[in-house]
C-alpha cells in the first residue's frame, strides 16, 4: 500500500506539474500575443502618423498650389486689365488722330478757300488797276488793257509766271481732285 500512495502522490505530481506547465504555456502564449498585439498596434499607430503626416504635406501642397493658382490669376487678371486699357488708350490716340487729321484737312480747305478767295482780289485789283490804266489818256496801254511799257503775259512778264496765288489756287483743285475725283 506504501507503494500505491507513492504511485498516488506521483500521478498528483505529475498532474500537477502537466497542469502547471500548461498554465504556463498558455500564459506565455498569452503573453506572446499580448506582445504581439502590441508590436502590431505600435505598427499600425506608426503608419497612421505615417499617413497623417503625408496627408498634411498633400494639404500643405495643395494650398500652395491654390496660392500659385489665385496669383497666377491675379496675375492674368492685371495683365488683362492692363491690356484693355492699353486697348483703350491705343483707340483714344487714333481717334485723337483722326480729328487731328480732319482738322488739318479743314484747315486746308480754308486755306485753299483764302487763297482762291484772294487770288480773286488780285485779279479784281488788277482788272481795276488794268482798266485805270486803260482810262487814263496819260498811260500807254496795249489792246488786252496792259500797259506797254511793261511786258504782257504771253511775252513772260510779271503776269506770265504763276505766283503764290495761282500755286495756292493749283493746290485747292488738286485736294477738289482728290475728294470729288477730277473736274471735267
Known amino acids: 500500500m506504501d507503494s500505491q500512495w507513492i504511485w498516488i502522490i506521483v500521478a498528483v505530481i505529475v498532474v500537477l506539474l ?3 506547465l500548461v498554465v504556463a504555456i498558455a500564459t506565455g502564449s498569452r503573453r506572446r500575443r499580448a506582445e504581439r498585439d502590441r508590436l502590431e498596434a505600435d505598427e499600425m499607430r506608426a503608419r497612421a502618423a505615417e499617413q ?10 495643395a494650398a500652395s498650389s491654390d496660392a500659385d493658382a489665385r496669383a497666377a490669376q491675379a496675375e492674368a487678371d492685371r495683365a488683362a ?10 483707340d483714344q490716340e487714333a481717334a485723337d488722330a483722326e480729328r487731328r487729321r480732319v482738322e488739318a ?7 485753299g478757300v483764302r487763297a482762291e478767295d484772294a487770288h480773286i482780289a488780285e485779279e479784281d485789283h488788277a482788272d481795276q488797276v488794268r482798266a485805270a490804266d486803260a482810262k487814263d489818256p496819260d498811260v500807254p496801254t496795249d489792246e ?15 503776269h ?14 488738286d485736294l477738289r481732285d482728290r475728294e470729288d475725283g477730277p473736274r471735267t
Open 18 to 20: 502537466l497542469i502547471g
Open 52 to 61: 497623417e503626416r503625408e496627408a498634411r504635406e498633400r494639404q500643405a501642397a
Open 81 to 90: 486689365a492692363e491690356a484693355e486699357r492699353r486697348a483703350a488708350q491705343a
Open 105 to 111: 484737312e479743314r484747315l486746308q480747305d480754308e486755306a
Open 144 to 158: 488786252g488793257g496792259w500797259r506797254v511799257d511793261e511786258p504782257a503775259p504771253e511775252e513772260g512778264g510779271r
Open 160 to 173: 506770265a509766271e504763276p505766283g503764290p496765288v495761282d500755286r495756292a489756287r493749283g493746290k485747292v483743285e
